[in-house]
């Protein structure tokens, strides 16, 4: 299969079980004129095994390719590069599509010229794949846009929404157009939320008001791992600094005001997030003061800054946040990288 309309990329590293289940939903779309491109970024050998296993049933619709940068960003770019289709499905190794995927979103964006992009809403299914947890999750407004953008002529008529990851679709030509997922966010965290929204500077994002994607949650335990993350952090503030880049305007007051605003917000859950570890709090409170002295009319830094000087046994829970986090902070935190965080200098 030499041309094919769809190309379906699928990074993987571990999820073996769930990447059988992926690739399973796949082959049982309504829509049949795809390959499948299977990432390998430092897969396990149980998933290799899975992989071939579909390759060899299937050796005309899968291919594997490797990428030996670890980290979504090049895995997924590996995939665009490496695609055939004139189309790209974006679709994580522990998620599900469902059957009339790919045959809605390819239907939206040709009968819709001026889209660039199009995602859906999707339902959250539990860690094993056996229940329904969730139902017709929508994508958001992100609230960093609403802080920078709200209004402008764009935004009031035609507002950014975030889709799921899993839920991308978008012409290959288009993805090469923007450069593709930003490396400066490898390995992972807010690199799709990047990319989406590159995408939608030069079209229309459409969400498709259905579920078409069965998203995986994670346990609690992954789950805490995830949103307390450093890397979360850095990543903000790399996306902070190309916002900073292509929209501020340093004489401009109301630009000025806006983007002191979202740097606050980031200093403040920054700040937040670093408390939750055991030897996070001389540089978690470092941030929160930063936060308020940037915005010092948030009701939000004003509570924070009350919370973090509550007896250390009292937190993180003052903040209603489960923890402390028992593993040590990474080398480079210090006082030093959290004066340069979100700068607008």
Do not use: C
């Not at 079980?17 to 992926?22: I, Q, T």
């Not at 009968?111 to 994508?139: A, L, M, T, Y």
């Not at 709090?281 to 939000?300: H, R």
């Amino acid at each position: 299969m030499i041309n094919v309309k769809i190309s379906v990329v699928i990074p993987m590293t571990r999820y073996d079980k769930e990447l059988d289940e992926a690739l399973a939903s796949v082959f049982l779309q309504s829509f049949q004129d795809f390959e499948v491109l299977l990432v390998d970024n430092h897969a396990t050998a149980s998933t290799l095994n899975v992989a071939n296993e579909w390759k060899d049933k299937n050796p005309e619709r899968i291919r594997i390719v490797r990428e030996e940068s670890k980290g979504a960003v090049s895995a997924r770019n590996r995939g665009i590069l490496e695609s055939r289709g004139e189309y790209i499905a974006l679709l994580d190794s522990d998620d599900r599509m469902r059957p009339d995927r790919l045959k809605i979103q390819l239907s939206m964006i040709e009968n819709n010229k001026d889209v660039s992009f199009v995602g859906s809403w999707f339902d959250e299914i539990s860690p094993d794949g056996k229940n329904i947890v969730g139902r017709n999750n929508k994508p958001s407004i992100p609230r960093w846009g609403k802080l920078l953008f709200d209004k402008t002529p764009r935004w009031m008529s035609d507002p950014f929404y975030e889709p799921l990851t899993s839920t991308f679709f978008f012409r290959a030509s288009d993805a090469l157009r923007i450069g593709m997922f930003d490396r400066k966010f490898d390995p992972i965290w807010q690199e799709d939320t990047d990319f989406a929204f590159r995408m939608y500077e030069i079209g229309q994002v459409a969400v498709v008001p259905q579920a078409l994607v069965e998203y995986r949650i994670h346990t609690p335990s992954d789950g805490i791992r995830r949103i307390f993350d450093v890397g979360v952090i850095v990543n903000h503030d790399v996306l902070f600094s190309k916002l900073r880049e292509k929209y501020y305007q340093k004489g401009n007051s109301d630009s000025r005001s806006r983007f002191e605003k979202l740097k606050s917000r980031w200093l403040r859950e920054s700040g937040i997030k670093l408390l939750t570890y055991k030897d996070g709090e001389e540089v978690g409170k470092f941030l929160i003061w930063k936060s308020f002295k940037s915005n010092p009319l948030d009701l939000k830094n004003w509570e924070s800054v009350v919370r973090m000087n509550l007896l250390r046994p009292f937190y993180p829970r003052a903040f209603g946040i489960k923890g402390p986090i028992d593993a040590p902070l990474p080398s480079f935190v210090s006082a030093e990288w959290a004066k340069n965080l979100f700068s607008l200098e």
